[in-house]
């Protein structure tokens, strides 16, 4: 029976499971994990009193060396103080990731909720949850990888939203919804500071030198040193404040529970509360927009001046969400809703789906909080030329100690004299310095209001030649200019490209497009959407104007009374290349399906009769000139509802 259940255990043990009597399966308790899509490694610790006492009385029977060496090296520490654990049972996680070839450390502390049943830590602004059924951690993450009618359905607009009780569970798993970034105090900030092993060996160094009288200088250094650190830990203080200022928002929110409107303060909003989105607001979270639309200024987390169109997500296809493929329909936490646009009595409404730093503007400052470690040669050859010396001083101290004690001398004369080597052969004032440059780097780039959290990169930032911006208007001319269109036939395309656009000359074929196909609004009397479809529609000559029966928009002629409602937008897509709109003629009554993107894309999607023969010799011509080309189609679906028109999808 031993040696059956020992075969069990070991079978089941691969795949983290144990055998019970009883036969069920129960987690395997492990002590080590590693994560996956992290690469983190997690092992359990556990803090008990013998170890404690043991690393507080090495701490000081070293006069505090071993705790300096502790404090840089958490490994150490976990291995003195703690004793290992399964994770199931663990007070502390020891979390060992790799940055650019180099193990980097840390313990976290692990947090217990009865009322939930939640055991988890947090550990770089995120929260990594126990799984009992796994007896692993997993990172918390709000399951949006669905299908937009999945979506539609878990989360409808006309739903009742979260109750209660839900809600208070999903806001205790997810935390927060806050970007509050920690400032530390003064002392924590001066403790850090000082407790460097640079600051430490100052102190050795003064100490040696007021034993041996040598009081003026070391004063001097032991000043200088004092009023680095300061200024140091108010710069860095300072830095911090400026951080936190900028990205800490609270406001006002109002979301629908237990099928009512309530208002609540921002951080209490918890991921799959359904949002009412009104303009003038600054939205607390990512929120993926359900019914209406809006208009969207991202200045603030892109840098790009044009304001965003925003539609719904739609709600019959099969298409699994994904955040940075469907942005359209995403409303980022931190941007500014200018206008919204509701169906009939309908309200705007969104799903958040991320809270806190688990958003787009969160892991923008993550990134700015944790940055990756850079090896700079300059770091490592200072630690090599300290070693080196270092190891000179070493060499000079055990000659010194042999020949003062071959001539006899006392042992104070002895001690003073060899380790007086130490100080010196590594330059005492080489730290201080460093940090007195630094600290004026980092105050100069202040005054142009530059904030730097991190010191030491600015020496990083002193070896850059070149830097190089992709956006329009750095690197690209700003603004865009229709140069003309080139209608084109089954019997091919027209000899030359027609750079006046009239309407009575170029067909409807090219003109209804250039019109109509395009997901353009308007606030306060101003076109706005994308550059490129602001001057096609320009081009057109025709007028935009919103539309009461639809809520949407009508695009009309100046030179006849053609016009056309347009229905429904299939957003452009930089995977599909194309983009479509659904629209009825206002006269006719007829719908009709324009299509536009890149041109070998279209050209896929059309009759073959329909396409010009000379079709790939005129667009290689364009693209050798290095001119950007768009192909329009278009296809009229003759007379039908409007209902039946929105049932049309994508594919």
Not at 114 to 141: I, P
Not at 292 to 300: D, L, M, P, Q, Y
Not at 593 to 608: N, Q, R
Request: proline content about 4%; charged content about 20%.
């Amino acid at each position: 029976n031993i040696l059956r259940a020992t075969i069990s255990s070991s079978r089941n043990s691969e795949q983290g499971m144990l055998s019970s009597e009883g036969g069920d399966l129960l987690p395997y308790r492990k002590r080590e994990q590693h994560l996956q899509n992290e690469d983190f490694v997690l092992s359990g610790l556990k803090s008990t009193l013998p170890r404690r006492i043991l690393f507080y009385a090495l701490s000081l029977l070293t006069g505090g060396l071993l705790f300096l060496l502790f404090r840089m090296f958490p490994w150490w520490r976990s291995i003195v103080k703690y004793s290992s654990s399964t994770l199931d049972d663990c007070d502390k996680i020891l979390v060992k990731r790799r940055e650019e070839g180099t193990n980097m450390y840390a313990i976290a502390r692990v947090m217990v909720d009865h009322q939930y049943n939640l055991r988890y830590f947090d550990y770089m602004c995120r929260r990594y949850k126990y799984n009992d059924e796994t007896g692993e951690f997993t990172r918390v993450e709000f399951n949006m990888k669905k299908s937009f009618r999945s979506i539609y359905q878990e989360f409808s607009p006309q739903g009742r939203g979260y109750d209660r009780s839900t809600a208070e569970e999903a806001f205790a798993l997810h935390g927060s919804n806050s970007l509050s970034v920690p400032v530390p105090n003064y002392l924590q900030l001066f403790i850090d500071e000082v407790l460097h092993p640079f600051y430490a060996f100052q102190v050795f160094t003064c100490c040696i030198w007021y034993w041996d009288e040598y009081w003026i200088y070391a004063t001097c250094i032991v000043i200088i040193s004092v009023i680095s650190a300061i200024i140091g830990v108010r710069q860095a203080r300072e830095n911090r404040l400026k951080l936190h200022r900028m990205t800490h928002h609270q406001s006002q929110v109002t979301v629908i529970r237990d099928g009512s409107s309530i208002v609540l303060p921002s951080e209490l909003v918890a991921p799959g509360d359904l949002i009412e989105i009104e303009a003038n607001q600054q939205l607390p979270c990512d929120i993926v927009l359900l019914q209406g639309s809006c208009v969207i200024n991202e200045a603030s987390l892109t840098g790009e001046s044009i304001p965003v169109l925003k539609s719904p997500l739609p709600n019959d296809e099969d298409d699994i969400f994904d955040s940075e493929m469907h942005s359209k329909h995403v409303l980022f936490n931190g941007t500014s809703v200018m206008q919204v646009k509701a169906v009939g009595e309908q309200k705007v409404i969104g799903v958040a789906f991320g809270t806190g730093f688990a958003t787009l503007k969160g892991e923008l400052i993550r990134s700015i909080l944790f940055p990756k470690p850079t090896k700079f040669a300059f770091y490592r050859d200072s630690f090599k030329f300290v070693l080196v010396l270092a190891g000179i001083a070493f060499c000079g101290f055990i000659y010194t100690v042999i020949l003062f004690v071959h001539f006899g001398a006392p042992v104070t004369v002895i001690l003073k004299r060899a380790l007086d080597l130490f100080t010196i052969s590594i330059p005492p004032a080489l730290p201080v310095a460093m940090t007195i440059g630094v600290s004026y780097a980092v105050d100069r780039l202040q005054k142009e209001d530059i904030y730097c959290i991190a010191p030491s990169r600015v020496n990083v930032a002193g070896r850059v030649t070149t830097m190089c911006f992709d956006k329009t208007g750095t690197l690209t001319e700003d603004g865009l200019s229709v140069l003309g269109v080139h209608p084109g036939g089954r019997a091919g395309f027209a000899e030359d490209l027609v750079t006046y656009i009239d309407n009575a000359v170029v067909p409807p074929a090219v003109i209804y497009p250039m019109a109509a196909c395009h997901s353009l609004a308007l606030l306060h009397g101003e076109l706005l959407g994308d550059p490129l479809d602001i001057q096609m529609f320009r081009a057109s000559e025709w007028i935009l104007s919103d539309d009461p029966s639809t809520h949407g928009v009508t695009v009309s002629s100046k030179f006849n009374k053609e016009s056309f409602s347009l229905l429904k937008y299939f957003e452009f897509s930089s995977l599909l290349q194309r983009m479509s709109v659904i629209a009825r003629h206002n006269q006719t009554g007829d719908i009709y399906v324009f299509c536009k993107g890149a041109p070998e894309t279209i050209k896929t999607f059309c009759l073959g009769g329909t396409v010009p023969r000379d079709f790939d010799d005129v667009l290689t011509s364009y693209t050798h000139q290095g001119k950007r080309v768009i192909a329009l189609s278009s296809k009229n679906l003759g007379r039908m509802s409007v209902s039946d028109a929105m049932k049309i999808t994508r594919q």
